[in-house]
């Protein structure tokens, strides 16, 4: 009903920058809240940052003050802004969104299938 696809990924050099975005498409009435996660080789996934429909935001500790999260309604796109990236940043990224489905109005929750961010020199 809803496919969520990312872009943006890639490799950068410590202290660089990267955008991520995510576009979903498909039976949308609205989107609650935008999330990113990540995940290392050989470690948890972890939320790194969220959106919800109201604007709010919050980060974890380990990102503040260098990513930050925004969103177009317009476009149904969230956007991920990565600034100061280290070593540690090195994952897979993936957005989340809680959707109200149109229509039938259920609320699902969606993943995009995830883009590689390497922080290297």
């Known amino acids: 009903q809803v496919q969520l696809v990312e872009s943006g990924g890639g490799l950068v050099q410590p202290g660089g920058s990267l955008r991520l975005s995510c576009v979903a498409s498909g039976r949308i009435s609205r989107i609650n809240e935008w999330d990113w996660y990540r995940q290392a080789p050989g470690k948890q996934r972890e939320l790194v940052a969220t959106?919800?429909?109201?604007?709010?935001?919050n980060y974890a500790d380990s990102v503040k003050g260098r990513f930050a999260i925004s969103e177009d309604n317009a476009k149904n796109t969230v956007y991920l802004s990565m600034n100061s990236l280290k070593p540690d940043d090195t994952a897979v990224y993936y957005c989340?969104?809680?959707?109200?489905?149109?229509?039938?109005?259920?609320?699902?929750?969606?993943w995009g299938q995830g883009t590689q961010v390497t922080v290297s020199s």
């Open positions: 959106i919800t429909s109201g604007g709010v935001t």
């Open positions: 989340y969104a809680d959707v109200n489905i149109q229509v039938t109005y259920l609320r699902r929750a969606y």
